[in-house]
């Protein structure tokens, strides 16, 4: 079955922006792209009415298996309370008295506002059972809804745990992590004052990395704390916050392999200044954003609206964001098949009721999202 995408008004390919252009998609992947007059005759044709088509947004920070509602919080952080990393235990509470078909409904809910929205890949964490039962749960159920999930028993420390830090990681990294491993494909670690330390970070993550997980890390939301050069030491394929940087963490990114991946729906609704993504970008580092739709501090499942704070607030150009929406978030789960329309890759892509993918930026709130295509 062959679909060819016709009147595309601009394309943002791997290769470059490509004005009337068109595509071919076969079995899901792109087997053609080249200009709409000579496009080669397929089984079923879209019109794209003169609109751009851009890769399907990777949004690789999401924390979707959770139940409850913080807007009390929200309400009192904007009435000027300072956000602080305990508020995830009263998501905790309520997560552990969920039902399965609960938890899994207001996450198929929000995947859905994600597609809606133009995201075709989601990353889901674990991290507000923080039980061995409840963490293996969760993933479980994150299972049905995308391959990247990723185990983050070491979100914050349980209040049955509080005077025990030391034996809750024990647990994280023995039985916890045992349960975990065969249903998740990353390992994630919160460190930050009032979460888990460096040396704390470095056992967790080392277990899941013996264990088969790939690495990332939250880092640097609150302050610095040495999070994001032990990332880079891990080989974590990301980084994310970043909203902290020293020098010596710039260097470090820059340096590795590890993706920085910036979240601005954090900033935006915490009232915390933004990251300097000039300064990782003229470091040469790569930058990912996403949405890390939470009911805590960023409850957007909005790549869009990322896109247009990014350019707006974070000084981003509107090609920047668009490229750190894709192909970042494509590099932070180590992916090569997403993020980029190129011959051969998924046809995971956008049509946007827009001329050109400026108008994310340009129109900020306005649905924009005409057809998408993909999984
Ligand atoms: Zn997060």
Known sequence: MSTLISNIGLLVAADGERRDAALVIDDGRI???????????????????????????????????????????????????????????????????????????????????????????????SGYGLTVADESRALRLAQQLTPETTYLGAHVVPVEFVDDVAGYVDLVTGPM???????????????????????????ILSAGITRGLGARMHSGQLGESGGVRLAVELDAASV??????????????????????????????????????????????????????????????????????????MGMTPAEALHAATAGGAAALRRD????????????????????YVHLAYRPGVPLISRVFGP
């Open 31 to 125: 087997a053609w792209i080249g200009e709409n007059p000579t496009a080669p005759a397929a089984d079923d044709r879209t019109d794209a009415g003169g609109g751009c088509v851009i890769p399907g947004f990777v949004d690789t920070h999401s924390h979707l298996m959770f139940a409850g509602d913080r807007s009390a919080e929200f309400e009192a952080r904007m009435a000027g309370r300072k956000y602080e990393a305990g508020g995830i235990r009263g998501t905790v509470a309520a997560t552990r008295t969920a039902t399965d078909d609960e938890l899994l409904a207001n996450a198929t809910r929000l995947v859905a506002e994600m597609r809606a929205q133009g995201t075709t890949t989601v990353e889901i964490k």
């Open 177 to 203: 992590l045992d349960a975990c491993a065969p249903q998740a494909r990353w390992i994630d670690v919160f460190c930050e004052a009032g979460a888990f330390d460096v040396d704390q970070a470095r056992a």
């Open 240 to 313: 994310d916050h970043c909203t902290f940087l020293s020098d010596a963490d710039i260097d470090a990114l820059a340096a590795g392999n590890t993706v920085a991946t910036l979240l601005p729906g954090v900033e935006f609704s915490t009232r915390q200044p933004y990251p300097d993504v000039r300064r990782l970008l003229d470091a040469g580092v790569t930058v990912a954003l996403a949405t890390d739709c939470n009911p805590g501090s960023s409850f957007t499942s909005s790549m869009p609206f990322c896109i247009a704070v990014a350019v707006r607030d």
């Open 337 to 356: 098949d997403i993020g980029e329309l190129a011959i051969g890759s998924r046809a995971d892509l956008v049509i946007l009721d827009a001329p050109s």
